[in-house]
């Protein structure tokens, strides 16, 4: 069971890193072009990675109560890995994910195109930051 959960919570990681991707360059892209107009289907595209965003904290959350990688005990925050997989990458992770579910709901409270886009962008950008930094290159590329 831990191997399935592992295994699928690495291969939706590549999706929700390109997909996030892609929500911050199409957003800069209709930041720099300046469109006024508002698509159903960008939005569509956004919110989908918000929710993929979910279905991989979802699995990441059973993975933090199942993982031998993580152990919450005696010696938990003096362990670099233990401290790593058991508070530092979940807690950045959440706020990555608070910060497009933010960056979403702000965006829809902006009267025009450009501020929605204008908000999207930042917000992603920023989580996209903050997901990068924290993914475990070592472990993924292994």
């Known amino acids: 069971m831990y191997n399935i959960i592992q295994h699928s919570h690495s291969g939706i ?36 990675t918000k929710w993929l965003m979910y279905i991989q904290a979802l699995l990441g959350i059973t993975l933090m109560f199942i993982s031998p990688l993580v152990h919450f005990g005696e010696g938990f925050m003096k362990n670099e890995g233990w401290r790593f997989y058991g508070m530092e990458h979940p807690l950045m992770m959440l706020i990555a994910i608070g910060l497009v579910s933010i960056g979403l709901f702000k965006s829809k409270k902006k009267a025009t195109a450009i501020k929605k886009n204008k908000t999207i962008f930042i917000y992603y950008a920023i989580a996209l930051v903050v997901m990068m930094f924290m993914i475990p290159w070592a472990a993924v590329m292994s």
């Open 13 to 48: 990681m590549w999706l929700v890193v390109v997909m996030l991707t892609l929500s911050v360059i199409f957003s800069l892209i209709k930041l720099i072009k300046k469109e006024e107009t508002a698509s159903a289907h960008w939005y569509k595209f956004f919110f989908y």
